[in-house]
T-cell receptor, first 111, second 114 residues
Framework: GESVGLHLPTLSVQEGDNSIINCAYSNSASDYFIWYKQESGKGPQFIIDIRSNMDKRQGQRVTVLLNKTVKHLSLQIAATQPGDSAVYFC??????????FGAGTRLFVKA | EAQVTQNPRYLITVTGKKLTVTCSQN?????MSWYRQDPGLGLRQIYYSMNVEVTDKGDVPEGYKVSRKEKRNFPLILESPSPNQTSLYFCASSLQGAGTGELFFGEGSRLTVL
């Protein structure tokens, strides 16, 4: 079946370093991808999205890369800050009304 | 303030006692959805609604019901809760279908079924 997974369940980085969170998806028909951030005790919040006709999109301190050849998605966070500590989910949509979420990666930022 | 509001935030109940988790959004969104979040499994979709009176099953609909009588409200109903429905539940909404924009999530409702 369809699945969206993450390569690493936890990631620990030093404050100020760049973070890279990876995600693999299995449905080649997926055409819309989103990264969400979930802080403790809160609901997920949208970070950045990308459509399948693009391979890179940049936001403020975040960049999403899409490699359709190997069905891989990554989120890069520049100059990681303590406030970036959270669980990050990638999600995919195949053009219907279902969004499929990965299991999540917990990011720890060490001061 | 644009938001999705869920109630209750925390609930402990017993097996078989019907309960309803309410969800309301003030953004005039057409699309609403319910997810459950369990450790290691991410968010799994229970039910979704494309508009008033239009609902459909997600990936894990068993044991749940929903209704969409008004655009702003999308309650989740557990007719006869069981312990395997102990979970963290999130309601979300989107301006259009989930494939065309971001989902706005509520703060979550933590349910424990004894």
């Amino acid at each position: 079946g369809e699945s969206v997974g993450l390569h690493l369940p936890t990631l620990s980085v030093q404050e100020g370093d760049n973070s890279i969170i990876n995600c693999a998806y299995s449905n080649s028909a997926s055409d819309y991808f989103i990264w969400y951030k979930q802080e403790s005790g809160k609901g997920p919040q949208f970070i950045i999205d990308i459509r399948s006709n693009m391979d890179k999109r940049q936001g403020q301190r975040v960049t999403v890369l899409l490699n359709k050849t190997v069905k891989h998605l990554s989120l890069q966070i520049a100059a990681t800050q303590p406030g970036d500590s959270a669980v990050y989910f990638c999600a995919e949509n195949t053009g219907g009304f279902k969004t499929i979420f990965g299991a999540g990666t917990r990011l720890f930022v060490k001061a | 303030e644009a938001q999705v509001t869920q109630n209750p935030r925390y609930l402990i109940t017993v097996t078989g006692k019907k309960l309803t988790v309410t969800c309301s959004q003030n953004m005039n969104h057409e699309y609403m959805s319910w997810y459950r979040q369990d450790p290691g499994l991410g968010l799994r979709q229970i039910y979704y609604s494309m508009n008033v009176e239009v609902t459909d099953k997600g990936d894990v609909p068993e044991g749940y019901k929903v209704s969409r009588k008004e655009k702003r409200n999308f309650p989740l109903i557990l007719e006869s809760p069981s312990p395997n429905q102990t979970s963290l539940y999130f309601c979300a909404s989107s301006l259009q279908g989930a494939g065309t924009g971001e989902l706005f999530f509520g703060e979550g409702s933590r349910l424990t079924v004894l």
